[in-house]
Nanobody, 122 residues
Framework: QVQLVESGGGLVQAGGSLRVSCAAS????????MGWFRQAPGKEREFVAA????????TYAASVKGRFAMSRDNANNTVYLQMSSLHPEDMTVYYC???????????????WGQGTQVTVSS
């Protein structure tokens, strides 16, 4: 059974940095793209970033481009989202997801983690 477990969320001051991680299990993920999404209460889920199965290609939402960086460690089935210059509006729950495609995109993802809370204090 596919399982995605996020970790690393927490409290950070505005302008600070935080790295969240997602550990995947249940199958080999090295060929599958991985994505990060976020969703605030009462709002629609928002695409944040995605990385290709090889890790050689990434795509980002305009709101985070230049501030966030996604990477992956296929040997350990783990992806990371390094967040810098955090804004109060970045504060929400971040979700890891994967889909059965090697192409990084914001398209429909098949499996989701439970999320990790990122809190940004102003």
């Amino acid at each position: 059974q596919v399982q995605l477990v996020e970790s690393g969320g927490g409290l950070v001051q505005a302008g600070g940095s935080l790295r969240v991680s997602c550990a995947a299990s249940g199958r080999t993920f090295s060929g599958d793209s991985m994505g990060w999404f976020r969703q605030a209460p009462g709002k629609e889920r928002e695409f944040v970033a995605a990385i290709s199965g090889s890790g050689l290609s990434e795509t980002y939402a305009a709101s985070v481009k230049g501030r966030f960086a996604m990477s992956r460690d296929n040997a350990n089935n783990t992806v990371y989202l390094q967040m810098s210059s955090l804004h109060p509006e970045d504060m929400t729950v971040y979700y890891c997801a994967t889909k059965s495609s090697s192409v990084a995109s914001n398209h429909k993802h098949d499996y989701w983690g439970q999320g990790t809370q990122v809190t940004v204090s102003s």
